[in-house]
């Protein structure tokens, strides 16, 4: 049974880049979420996904996109990358009618 | 708004003895709790979760949680802690029955378990 899955596990980008994560859902869950984890913090919820739509949206700024493709998988995007966005992202998928959440590994962003 | 305050940002046991981990909790609305472990270089897993069946919940490796609502408190307990429990443990708070859910994290406590 397969999990979440993340790709790239590991990145690093310069300063004003652009950088793409990717993730697939748990098979079955049709609703992705994201979350953005700096050292030594909790999760902050950044934005979630369902029916390829944006449903809600935590205190990021739109330097933070994100796109679900019609087999449920999601894609976060980051603009003009800046020092702080260095972190671990990491996707959960659910279902929408409720039940938990399943975490992927994460993706390591390292920006300098 | 529903926030969750971990008190201990570290708790170092030694192997074999009872661990604590303190959470307390804020929420205009009958919560769903749940706490998450996470091993280095790991995603989170799920230890348990409350939501509002029984007060006392059990989860995964032995531990279990009890919610308190006079007391606000959630606090994740195991009665003998081993080597592998090292790690970091986030306690987690979600609207109930929403059709959109969002996890609100705490900060983490990082439990060290010394043979």
């Known amino acids: 049974d397969a999990g979440v899955t993340q790709s790239p596990t590991h990145l690093i980008k310069t300063r004003g880049q652009q950088v793409t994560l990717r993730c697939s859902p748990k098979s079955g869950h049709d609703t992705v979420s994201w979350y953005q984890q700096a050292l030594g913090q909790g999760p902050q919820f950044i934005f979630q996904y369902y029916e390829e739509e944006e449903r809600q949206r935590g205190n990021f700024p739109d330097r933070f996109s994100g796109h679900q493709f019609p087999n449920y998988s999601s894609e976060l995007n980051v603009n003009a990358l800046l020092l702080g966005d260095s972190a671990l992202y990491l996707c959960?998928?659910?279902?929408?009618?409720?039940?938990?959440?399943?975490f992927g590994s994460g993706t390591r962003l390292t920006v300098v | 708004a529903q926030s969750v305050t971990q008190l201990d940002s570290h708790v170092s046991v030694s192997e074999g003895t009872p661990v604590l981990l303190r959470c307390n909790y804020s929420s205009s609305y009958s919560p769903s709790l749940f706490w998450y472990v996470q091993h280095p270089n790991k995603g989170l897993q799920l230890l348990l979760k409350y939501t509002s069946a029984a007060t006392l919940v059990k989860g995964i490796n032995g531990f279990e949680a009890e919610f308190k609502k006079s007391e606000t408190s959630f606090h994740l307990t195991k009665p003998s802690a081993h080597m592998s429990d090292a790690a970091e443990y986030f306690c987690v708070v979600s609207l109930l029955n929403t059709g959109f859910q969002k996890l609100v994290f705490g900060t983490g406590t990082r439990l060290l378990v010394s043979p």
């Open positions: 959960a998928s659910s279902l929408e009618q409720g039940g938990g959440y399943t």
